[in-house]
């Protein structure tokens, strides 16, 4: 705390971000990140733009990767924004679409940026419990209220939605913004953006941090009707003109135009998760159904705080929310079919010794 701070930074609870320690031989299935790198394309683009020219500023339209991308989705330029991660895009959607006196809902089960940002701005929320499986009913999304956010799959659920769902929420909130975050939806979802010509209050979120192996460069983008992604621009440029810079926008261009790297890396993700999953319930695991790059699981005996410090204990990182409902839950990046098999081995470590010790025994 201090005199200088502006009262309402008194008031913030910031996201925690998952840790980024660097120990040789870590294994790190805590951020969701991509075991694979990006396409050798991407780090050959950003190659190639470090040149003299970084003395000029980027392109604060950042057109040539509004161009692809929206080729990409099927979609026109002044359908895309991009931004520095998508964080950085939810952020000004806050400000830009979601701020309107009447609170924000989104499910108590999800991404816990959310809040944080309704605390940054001073803006009200009210969560919606997700049901007993953990799943969003979107029937409970009615009402009045100042916009509607999710993410399909759900974080840190993985649970998809099907697109069906989606167009019924769409139709409850005619008048106010209906935000998809899609940072997993790569991964074995469907994905809203084919909506967006239909829906003019569907806003679409995706990232390339996940599916793209670019978590390091920091870029993420909306999707929706020019006139949303207006509202987005006018608030971006009141804030910071060039949130993407030359390298990132040399990259992420590239990382459009490999779509068979993308494409394989994500199915042998899907792949993984699979075999993920089942090497957890042979161990007693219940493991949510996951449409997303990372697995939520919780053990019938074993506390889950004492599972993770287990783990760390082994040089491997998952990560652990103690919050509501979810404090027994483990989640677990999907890694390599290796990292999947070590995580899997030292889980079955852990319980054994925890069993015959520290553990609560049915
Ligand atoms: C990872 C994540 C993001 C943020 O991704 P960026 O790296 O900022 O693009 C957004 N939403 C959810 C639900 C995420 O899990």
Request: charged residues 15%; glycine residues 8%.
């Amino acid at each position: 705390m201090s005199r200088f701070w502006s009262p309402r930074v008194h008031q913030l609870t910031p996201y925690v971000a998952g840790e980024q320690p660097r120990l040789p031989g870590l294994v790190k299935l805590n951020t969701n990140e991509s075991p694979y790198g990006p396409t050798p394309r991407a780090l050959a683009a950003m190659a190639a733009a470090a040149t003299e020219d970084l003395r000029l500023y980027p392109d604060p339209e950042a057109k040539a990767l509004r161009q692809a991308i929206a080729a990409h989705h099927g979609l026109r330029p002044e359908q895309v924004f991009v931004g520095n991660g998508s964080d950085e895009v939810l952020a000004l959607v806050f400000l830009a679409l979601l701020s309107h006196g009447a609170p924000v809902l989104f499910p108590d089960v999800s991404y816990s940026f959310y809040p944080a940002y309704c605390r940054l701005y001073g803006i009200a929320s009210r969560t919606v419990p997700v049901n007993e499986a953990f799943e969003i009913d979107v029937a409970d999304y009615g009402g009045p209220c100042g916009g509607v956010i999710l993410p399909n799959p759900n974080a840190p659920t993985g649970i998809a939605l099907p697109l069906p769902q989606i167009e019924r929420l769409l139709a409850l909130q005619p008048d106010r913004a209906v935000v998809i975050d899609e940072a997993y939806v790569d991964f074995g979802a469907q994905s809203a953006a084919g909506l967006v010509a239909r829906h003019p209050n569907l806003l679409v979120v995706q990232t390339l941090s996940k599916s793209r192996g670019l978590a390091g460069l920091r870029v993420g983008y909306a999707l929706g009707a020019a006139e949303l992604i207006g509202g987005l621009m006018r608030v971006k440029d009141s804030f910071n003109s060039y949130p993407l810079d030359r390298l990132a926008l040399a990259g992420a261009l590239a990382s459009f135009e490999d779509d068979a790297h993308f494409r394989s890396t994500c199915a042998r993700i899907a792949r993984s998760r699979a075999q993920l999953s089942a090497g957890l319930q042979a161990l007693g695991f219940e493991v949510l159904p996951s449409s997303a790059n990372f697995v939520f699981a919780r053990h019938p005996h074993c506390d889950a705080e004492q599972l993770a410090q287990a783990l760390r204990e082994q040089a491997i990182l998952v990560r652990h929310f103690p919050l509501p409902r979810i404090e027994q839950f483990l989640r677990i990046s999907v890694g390599t079919d290796d990292q999947c098999a070590q995580v899997v081995a030292a889980l079955g470590y852990s319980i054994s010794s925890m069993t015959r010790s520290r553990c609560v025994g049915p």
